[in-house]
């Protein structure tokens, strides 16, 4: 340790003091705060979790139980009000939704990605917010753009069927999870450059939003800022990897913009360029100017990552799941297929309207969200001004946590939740159930209210397309030596431990 270090840590241990007495929300008397477990001085609660060596949901889960459905945990300087219960989700995401609307402060390394909270998910509830949301609501996600552009899931579909058939004949079996991922951020990147690219460059950005999502992570120096200058080397390696993502992506941008300022002529950039002017994501954001902002091309491509990394691990987790429970499970994999071919035949094509006529296919879906949660809490929320729930003071800095995923696994609310069911959707306690939580909350895979996911739809059509077609196509069984294993871990979503392998069998 540098005698710099020594002394930054010095004054870090007497600032963190002073807060404490002075300033914490905790440490500095009675605030009417939800009740929580004790915390040591300064710290809070933050060692004890990072002592208990496991998932921060397995902490979560064993508080909720002991101090009910909102406690507070004290993380260094980070106050965490956490909300398990169907109806104070409710009240706060929907009845006051716009007071519950607000993002909390961004970390040092997430401020370089987000190049100042310029990203619909990080944005603080206000005029950029909704500029920003609004433009992608209405230039990607509308229904006649979803229209326009379902080419490109037929283009990438088809390239995914070969690449399965390819594996299958060269290893045995199919790796699904990889599969998945690299057809729907292939998908995604088409839909916001316009442009085809080489699988070896999906692959190349794919792996630099892996690098981004596990960098932004948190780390100690969230918890207790004052640790940040102690932290130099993962900020460096942060601002390099973030160059990297410019580097790589500026490219894809300029290539767009240029195509576009000729009019659409494919010369101009030599052309990888598909879509149309107007229908990619990236052609509104050259025009875009949100309040308080400029979109120059370092904003671009932080919102054009934003959406391909949204998208892309959230659909592909729920298709792994989806697809373990067919390979385990072949009644229902054999009544799902009997389902498509009543509609489009054995050797039909399954079209993007087609996948609305099948309710066991939704059924299956919507189970999958119900017992697989990709995201096992929301985004972090925070309210716009000090306000109250459930009986408690909610402060305006503090980090409001929805821990969703305790829904699904109610038994007041579920029967038999631990139990893979899809008929429950179809006549048993999942009929009802409202997927954006308008109605009441069962279930909230993506979130409700102000902030739901505004792609939910597009998400949900490309994971009951791409289950129909390749359930259409291959029969899917699982390899005789190396039966999946359900077990459960936790990288950016919930996913499978080990990830699922299976075997493929040509239908027709
Ligand atoms: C199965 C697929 C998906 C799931 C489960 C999912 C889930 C979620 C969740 C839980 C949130 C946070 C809601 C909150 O904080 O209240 C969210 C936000 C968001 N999602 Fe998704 N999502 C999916 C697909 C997509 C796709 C395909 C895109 C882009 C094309 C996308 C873009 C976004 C964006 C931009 C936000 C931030 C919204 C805001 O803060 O206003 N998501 N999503």
Redo the contacts with the bound molecule.
């Keep these: 340790m540098e005698v710099m270090d020594i002394l930054s840590l010095g004054l870090a241990i007497l600032f963190l003091l002073v807060w404490w007495k002075y300033w914490s929300i905790t440490g500095g008397g009675k605030k009417n705060l939800p009740p929580g477990p004790p915390g040591w001085p300064l710290v809070g609660n933050l060692f004890q979790v990072i002592l208990q060596r496991r998932p921060f949901i397995y902490v979560v889960r064993d508080l909720r139980k002991k101090y009910g459905p909102i406690f507070t945990m004290q993380m260094g300087q980070r106050t965490l009000v956490i909300i398990t219960s169907s109806e104070l989700i409710h009240e706060a ?1 929907v009845q006051n939704g716009p007071l519950f609307a607000s ?1 909390p402060p961004d970390s040092p390394i997430r401020l370089i990605f987000s190049v100042g909270k310029c990203a ?4 603080e509830y206000g005029p950029l ?1 909704r500029a920003l ?1 609004r433009n ?1 609501v209405t230039e ?1 996600i509308n229904p006649t753009r979803i229209k326009q552009c379902s080419w490109i899931r037929k283009w990438a579909m088809e390239y995914h069927m070969k690449r399965l058939e390819n594996e299958v004949s060269e290893n045995g079996f199919v790796e699904v999870m990889a599969n998945c991922r690299l057809t729907i951020c292939s998908i ?1 990147i088409c ?1 916001c450059f316009g442009a085809k690219i080489s699988e070896e460059r999906i692959k190349k950005i794919e792996s630099i939003l892996k690098d981004v999502m596990l960098i932004t992570a948190p780390q100690l120096p969230d918890f207790l800022p004052v640790l940040t200058p102690l932290f130099r080397s993962q900020v460096k390696q942060a601002k390099k990897l973030r160059q990297t993502q410019l580097e790589y992506l500026i490219p894809l941008v300029r290539d767009r913009k240029a195509f576009v300022d000729s009019n659409g002529d494919p010369k101009s950039s030599e052309s990888e360029m598909v879509s149309p002017i107007g229908a990619a994501y990236v052609d509104s954001l050259f025009s875009l100017e949100p309040p308080g902002r400029k979109l120059g091309e370092a904003e671009i491509i932080t919102l054009v990552s ?2 391909i990394g ?2 892309t691990d ?2 592909a987790t ?1 298709l792994e799941w989806a697809l373990l429970h067919l390979v385990m499970n072949q009644e229902i994999q054999e009544k799902l297929y009997k389902e498509i071919v009543d509609c489009v035949g054995k050797n039909g094509s399954i079209s993007e309207s087609d996948v609305e006529k099948l309710p066991y296919l939704g059924a299956i879906v919507k189970e999958t ?1 119900r017992r697989h ?3 096992h809490f ?2 972090s ?1 925070s309210v716009t001004n000090d306000t109250q729930l459930g009986g408690y003071n909610i402060p305006s800095d503090a980090y409001v946590e ?1 821990y969703t995923a305790w829904l699904t696994e109610d038994p007041s609310l579920w029967k038999d939740p631990g139990e893979f069911r899809p008929e429950r959707f179809l006549t048993g306690d999942g009929v009802d159930v409202d997927l954006t939580g308008m109605r009441g909350v069962k279930m ?13 739809s ?3 059509l ?2 009951n397309l791409m289950l129909a077609k390749m359930v259409h196509k291959f029969k899917w069984i699982p390899i005789p030596d190396n039966p999946p294993d359900p077990t459960e871990t936790f990288a950016f979503t919930v996913v499978m431990k080990n990830p699922l392998k299976a075997i493929i069998l040509p239908r027709i």
Excluded: M
């Design positions: 995401l993002r619909i998910n990080s944005a917010w949301r992608f990607l995604l839909l934003e959406t949204a998208g959230t659909s729920a969200f949660p990709p995201s929301i985004l929320h929805f909230l895979p993506f979130g409700a209210g102000r902030r739901i996911c505004p792609a939910w597009l998400g949900t490309h994971i």
